[in-house]
Nanobody, 112 residues
Framework: QVQLVESGGGLVQPGESLRLSCVAS????????MGWYRQAPGKERELVAI???????DYADSVKDRFTISRDNAKNMVYLQMNNLEPEDTAVYFC??????WGQGTQVTVSS
């Protein structure tokens, strides 16, 4: 079992930045794919970014060049640096481990 806890969400204005953090407990995550997903009201949950155990990374087209995913295996943590935020980025952001375990989510709201 893996427990995931996200933090770092909040209310920001367009163009500002946020850094989301996800701490994992229960077992080491260094060999696991770790992903950030988001779900906006009335929409399906979508992949934002994923970093695999081997280090390969993929991003959704909508966040490329603005978001950066990273991991610290020693701390069992995954991060999502979000720059130049847009109102369309408003959603609940979820951390995922091994395509199976989910955190409870953290709200990101981008509004002027």
């Amino acid at each position: 079992q893996v427990q995931l806890v996200e933090s770092g969400g909040g209310l920001v204005q367009p163009g500002e930045s946020l850094r989301l953090s996800c701490v994992a407990s229960g077992r080491p995550i260094r060999f696991s794919a770790m992903g950030w997903y988001r779900q906006a009201p009335g929409k399906e949950r979508e992949l934002v970014a994923i970093i695999r155990g081997g280090g390969s990374i993929d991003y959704a087209d909508s966040v490329k060049d603005r978001f950066t995913i990273s991991r610290d295996n020693a701390k069992n943590m995954v991060y999502l640096q979000m720059n130049n935020l847009e109102p369309e980025d408003t959603a609940v952001y979820f951390c995922n481990a091994a395509y199976y375990f989910w955190g409870q989510g953290t709200q990101v709201t981008v509004s002027s």
